[in-house]
């Protein structure tokens, strides 16, 4: 494809997986298709990574993240070729071996919102539970969704979001549900009672060995204080025969984000380096910390 005249980009360009979670991508996507046909076209795509990267971006990037993207070779990008590029199946066979359950749980969301609006209606609730419980006893129909939407639909919108269905196939622990109704009220003005605790909304467990191990989880909770102003709490468990990070988990480890003994056959070890962190952490704060916030 001929390159178009542009931009010259330069220095560090962001990637698309920095649009962060799966609705904010739908949100750009949206956003970006001016003319509603339900693809990204060339110029529309070059319009996306130019403000993303305000102002610095060729056109030649453009042709050759085109290519990466139109799986189809159709010309254009539709939602679900831009869907599969930033949250690509984690082991090298495409599928969901090493999975953690919230991350099967995450990419069945993602794959049950067919009207791709970020949320799903009940028909849509219906099919994920079907997927989710196939194969664990009685199945899942639209009777039992009538008895449970109503008690995962948190803010009574008729459609479930990704948050309020982590939040109630997880759970969030009674103190951290105190937590968050305090902050609501003092966030309004009103009083509370002194027995309500105002601690952190979500709670974060690293293991991992001394030494690096250990500075590196340091360097992790400094930087969540610093950015979310004491929402998150790192609760670190060190052992003296691990030499690495070894598990991530939240809501008391029914959440896992990393686990070396499950995960490190299929996946790289985010912790391998300073940038490979760094860009853990990124995915933290653009994709789940948001989420387990708002389910808190």
């Known amino acids: 494809m001929a390159t178009r005249s ?16 799966y609705e904010n991508v739908l949100a750009v996507f949206k956003k970006y298709d001016a003319n509603g046909n339900g693809e990204l076209s060339w110029h529309e795509l070059n319009k996306l990574m130019t403000d993303l990267n305000s102002g610095k971006w060729s056109d030649m990037r453009t042709d050759q993240l085109l290519g990466q993207l139109d799986r189809n070779s159709d010309g254009a990008v539709n939602i679900n070729e831009l869907l599969e590029y930033i949250f690509p199946r984690k082991d090298a066979m495409g599928g969901a071996a090493g999975n953690s359950q919230y991350e099967e749980v995450i990419e069945a969301f993602r794959r049950h919102d067919t009207n791709k609006n970020g949320t799903l209606d009940k028909r849509e609730f219906t099919q994920l539970m079907i997927a989710l419980k196939r194969g664990q006893g009685k199945a899942w129909d639209a ?4 008895q449970v939407f109503r008690v995962v639909d948190k803010d009574g ?11 109630w196939m997880f759970g969030v622990p009674s103190d951290r549900k105190r937590a968050a109704a305090a902050q609501d009220q003092r966030r309004s003005g009103r009083k509370h009672d002194s027995a309500d605790a105002e601690g952190p909304l979500v709670v974060f467990e690293f293991e991992c060995g001394r030494g690096a191990p250990e500075i590196a989880v340091d360097g992790i909770t400094e930087r969540w204080r610093r950015h979310l102003k004491g929402q998150v709490e790192v609760k670190k468990i060190v052992s003296a025969s691990s030499k690495s990070i070894t598990k991530v988990s939240a809501r008391n480890g029914k959440i896992v984000f990393w686990d070396a003994a499950v995960m490190m056959a299929y996946r790289d070890n985010p912790f391998i380096s300073p940038q490979s962190t760094n860009e853990w952490c990124k995915d933290m704060y653009a994709r789940h910390i948001p989420r387990l916030l708002n389910g808190t």
């Open 157 to 167: 919108s008729g459609e479930v979001e990704s948050d309020e269905l982590i939040a």
């Open 6 to 21: 542009g931009h010259r980009g330069g220095g560090r360009q962001k990637n698309l997986k920095e649009l962060g979670s």
């Open 143 to 146: 009777r039992q969704t009538e």
